[in-house]
Structures are given as structure tokens and as C-alpha cells.
């Protein structure tokens, strides 16, 4: 690799062994447990045993940083995305950002949701406004311009179907080409998105682990810049930026507690990493407690954490559930995940896929956020963390809205039906909306009692 690197970046460190490596030394993984840079893979076979262990988090010189950098000058930055944390990322000067807007989504203030939640106050980050629908967008940005800077024409990922997606997108925009592998299984709207950015699209008759596996095959055999996510280790710097943005939109003041969707636990580990740049940069007093929301039927976190164990070696279990986005068997971002819970006192919450989906209609009927299962399992995530006492009246709690409801319009139907929200069928008479109408606001139509 012959790459310059930012020279605001110290060092690539194991999150298995500690061991730190120059940024151009390597691309991927520690080669001391996985295969680093695209050769074929032989070393132990520790966790996954296909090369992706010892996932690496990038350590940055924040005397550097914040020499040059302030809350102060942010507040007079008039670019509207991720990109006004520049400093914060792992790009070069120079690397071209793809010309599609990428973050600073809106924090939405949820007053209703508090009351329902329990809490002192609820703001949702509404990343359905990505311009591909999902917070995936954040990382694949980033991936195109490592890709540009590695001197790659091909990046490939796998993915359940929002970094795909999210991806390809970039790709599109930026004219560069991409090869998919997700899940035949994934949601109709996230492999039209693929169909029409024109991406290379591999449907793979498996799961997500499956798919993840061929991927690093043939990125190995084709020489492909690989985007994977608890693979490439600038995927969860890109996400970080929401947490960036989550404490800029609080005068940064930050949360005491925030919600994610967990599946790979890419998510909630860069936005570990983002309160943790903040902290170090004293932009923010205290970290907030990180709470990684699984479903029932995907809940390799939630076990591993709850038993104590090693997250490194805990076996993989088969994965089900309606929220596609965080359905993982052998969670690939699992170090950087379970050390944003372990690390700030908060815990994984397992929610049921009925829970799951019953947050859809009552996230979206309430804040105005419409978001797809995965996106609406922070919410059922808080639900659940207030009942166990986890969450106090007084806690000021984000949930991240991670995906667009139009993702995956099948389950959201599927979801306003368990719970009994149907239109009404009608003749096309006035007559016939006037004997409907009757009954759709209770006894009293509000307009002839408000008059
Ligand atoms: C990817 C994704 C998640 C989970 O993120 P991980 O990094 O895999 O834990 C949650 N919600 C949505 C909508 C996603 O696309
Ligand atoms: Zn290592």
C-alpha cells in the first residue's frame, strides 16, 4: 500500500489485542487475527474463522485536532452534512466527498413520546431523510472516498440491504461501480434501490452471515475495496457523526441515554466513538449510557452481555426476525458493541418482533417519524428499558429512527394490522363517507363540537 494518510490519525488499533499499526500498514484487520489486506486467510481460527477478527478502531492526535478545531468555528460552519466534522474523520484533505448530502438529519423533540415513554424527554434522530433512507448512508460516504484515496475502481459490500443500498447510492453519485451481496430474503424496496443505482447485485440464497463470507471471498479474488461493515474499520467512523451531530442539536449538552437497533453493532460502537472524540476534545461533559436494542429472535448481544461472556468467541446463533436490518447471527462490529455498553453503564434490551412492529405506528403517529422496523426498535427498546427501571423520569433519551418506513412498506402494514389501524372501505357516494364518518373520531366529529 502506498497511500498517504491523514496525519491526524496516530495509529489503527486491534480491538482484540491492542496492538497498534501505522494507518498505511494496514487495510483492513489485525493480521494477527484476520486476513488483513485481501490474501487468502490463515491464520487461527479464533471467532468467525473467516479472516474478519481483530477489527481495528483508528486512534487520532486530538492535540492536533483541536488546535484547529472548535465548537466555536462549528457554529459558524454553513455546511449542512456530516462533512462539517471534517477534522473528526479519517479522509485526507484533498479526497473528493461524494456529491450526494450525507447527515445532519434532524433531532426531532418528541414531547408525547416522553409522556408514553416515561422519560424527561424524547428527541428522535430522523435518519429516514438520508438521501438513500438510512444512517447507513454516513458510512458508505465515507467508503467511496477510502476507496478513491486506496486507488480502488470496485468497492463491494454485503449487507441485509441498507448498506447496500446506501452504497450504491454513493457509488451512483460519485461514478464508481459496486458489487452486492445481500439476502434474497431482504425487503423489495431495498433491492430496487440496488437495481436502480445501478449496482452489481449478487442475491445470495443464505442469510446475512452467508453473504458477509462470500463478500470477503471475492474481494480477496478480485482485489475489491471492501466496505464491510466490523471489517473496514472507517464504517463505524462514519457513523460516529451522529452522535456529533445528536450533541450539536443539544447545545452540547449531551443525552443521559440513547437508543439503537442493534444487529452488527457498527452503529452503536461509532456512536461510542463519537461521544468518546467528544469527551476527549472537552466538547462534552459526560458520556451518555449507550443502550443496544436486539430483537427477541436476533439477540446474540443481549446473550453474550448478559452472561459475561467474551464476545470474541461466544458461538454464533441462527438469527430470525421481521426487523431484516438487525437480524445477525455472529454480530460482526460485536467488540466495538459490547464496549459501548460495557463502557458507559447501559445495557442490551430484547424486545419481541410484535413490540417491534407495534412501535412503527406509535413512533410515527407521535413524533411524525416514520420508520422501518429496525428504526423503530429504539423506541420499543425504551419501552422496554422503562419498565425494567433502566430509564428515569428525568433522563433526556435520544432514539435513533435508523431507517425510512418506506424501506419495507410489507412489514409496516403487516404492523398497523396487528394492532388494528385499517382504513375504511367505501362506495364512491357522499353518502357512503358520511355514514363512515360517523364513527372515526368516537361519538362526537371534533369540527361539530370545536364550532
Ligand atoms: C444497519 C442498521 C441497523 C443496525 O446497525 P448495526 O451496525 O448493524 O448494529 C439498525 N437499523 C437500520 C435501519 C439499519 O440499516
Ligand atoms: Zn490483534
Request: a neutral charge; one cysteine or more.
Amino acid at each position: 500500500m502506498h497511500e498517504n494518510h491523514p496525519s491526524h490519525i496516530l495509529a489503527l488499533r486491534c480491538t482484540v489485542c491492542g496492538r497498534e499499526y501505522a494507518p498505511g500498514a494496514v487495510r483492513y484487520v489485525c493480521p494477527d487475527h484476520g486476513a488483513p489486506d485481501g490474501g487468502p486467510y490463515g491464520g487461527p481460527a479464533v471467532g468467525s474463522g473467516d479472516g474478519a477478527d481483530g477489527v481495528l478502531d483508528v486512534v487520532y492526535d486530538y492535540d492536533a485536532i483541536r488546535a484547529a478545531f472548535s465548537r466555536e468555528s462549528l457554529a459558524g460552519c454553513r455546511e449542512a452534512s456530516q462533512w462539517r466534522y471534517r477534522p473528526l474523520l479519517p479522509v485526507l484533505p484533498e479526497t473528493p466527498v461524494p456529491p450526494l448530502p450525507v447527515g445532519w438529519t434532524p433531532l426531532v423533540e418528541a414531547p408525547r413520546l416522553a409522556v408514553l415513554g416515561g422519560a424527561g424527554a424524547v428527541y428522535v434522530k430522523d435518519e429516514s431523510r438520508q438521501p438513500t433512507g438510512s444512517l447507513k448512508d454516513r458510512a458508505s460516504a465515507l467508503a467511496v472516498m477510502k476507496a478513491r484515496e486506496a486507488g480502488a475502481t470496485v468497492i463491494t459490500t454485503a449487507s441485509t440491504g441498507n448498506a447496500a443500498a446506501a452504497l450504491a447510492g454513493m457509488c451512483a453519485a460519485a461514478a464508481m461501480d459496486c458489487v452486492i451481496f445481500v439476502p434474497e430474503s431482504a425487503p423489495q424496496a431495498k433491492i430496487a434501490q440496488l437495481l436502480a443505482y445501478g449496482a452489481r447485485v449478487f442475491l445470495v440464497q443464505g442469510t446475512y452471515d452467508a453473504a458477509f463470507s462470500l463478500c470477503l471471498e471475492a474481494s480477496r479474488e478480485y482485489g475489491w475495496y471492501n466496505r464491510n461493515t466490523g471489517y473496514n474499520p472507517y464504517m463505524s467512523e462514519g457513523k460516529k457523526t451522529a452522535a456529533y451531530e445528536i450533541c450539536e442539536q443539544l447545545g452540547w449538552n449531551a443525552p443521559d441515554a440513547v437508543f439503537v437497533g442493534v444487529g452488527d453493532g457498527c452503529i452503536i460502537g461509532g456512536l461510542h466513538k463519537g461521544f468518546r472524540d467528544l469527551l476527549a476534545l472537552g466538547w462534552i461533559a459526560r458520556m451518555p449510557r449507550l443502550y443496544g436494542v436486539q430483537a427477541e429472535g436476533s439477540d446474540y448481544l443481549y446473550r453474550a452481555w448478559k452472561s459475561g461472556a467474551d464476545p470474541l468467541t461466544f458461538p454464533p446463533i441462527a438469527a430470525h426476525t421481521v426487523a431484516d436490518s438487525i437480524a445477525a447471527g455472529l454480530p460482526r462490529d460485536r467488540i466495538k458493541a459490547m464496549n459501548a455498553v460495557r463502557g458507559t453503564g447501559g445495557a442490551f434490551v430484547r424486545v419481541a418482533d410484535a413490540a417491534i412492529l407495534a412501535g412503527i405506528p406509535e413512533l410515527a403517529r407521535h413524533s411524525g417519524v416514520f420508520a422501518e422496523p429496525a428504526g423503530a426498535a429504539s423506541w420499543a427498546g425504551l419501552r422496554a428499558a422503562r419498565e425494567q427501571g433502566l430509564v428515569g423520569p428525568e433522563d433526556r433519551v435520544v432514539v435513533l429512527a435508523t431507517g425510512s418506513g418506506l424501506k419495507d412498506v410489507g412489514a409496516v402494514l403487516t404492523a398497523c394490522a396487528d394492532v388494528k389501524i385499517s382504513p375504511v372501505t367505501v362506495a364512491p357516494t357522499p353518502a357512503a363517507v358520511r355514514r363512515a364518518a360517523d364513527g372515526l373520531f368516537g361519538a362526537v366529529p371534533p369540527r361539530a363540537a370545536s364550532r
